[in-house]
């Protein structure tokens, strides 16, 4: 279950190294020094919660209503052009 944490809406329990957190109303991912690691840009769902896919070191993300793929490393491997992904 999700927490808030000082400067975030929203913070997600941790799946490995990062996880995902909600800052402004906006998605991205930290560490666990809640350093930003993939950027606060991403859509979130009408209630301000994480939206959002993975499959291992893969992130399905939704920016302005099209969906996109990163890494965990932030490189853009799909761009954000598509109705919706699958992973």
């Known amino acids: 279950k999700g927490q808030l944490?000082?400067?975030f809406d929203f913070v997600e329990k941790f799946k490995g190294k990062l996880c995902p957190a909600v800052k402004n109303g906006r998605l991205g991912w930290v560490n666990a020094k809640m350093e930003t690691?993939?950027?606060?840009?991403?859509?979130t769902t009408?209630?301000?919660r994480p939206l959002y896919q993975t499959s291992g070191?893969?992130?399905a993300?939704?920016?302005?209503?099209?969906?996109?793929?990163?890494n965990l490393k932030n490189k853009v491997l799909l761009n954000f052009i598509y109705d919706s992904v699958l992973l």
């Open 37 to 43: 690691i993939i950027p606060f840009e991403y859509d």
């Open 57 to 59: 070191e893969l992130i």
């Open 5 to 7: 944490q000082s400067g």
């Open 61 to 70: 993300l939704c920016q302005n209503t099209k969906w996109g793929v990163r």
């Open 46 to 48: 009408q209630n301000g």
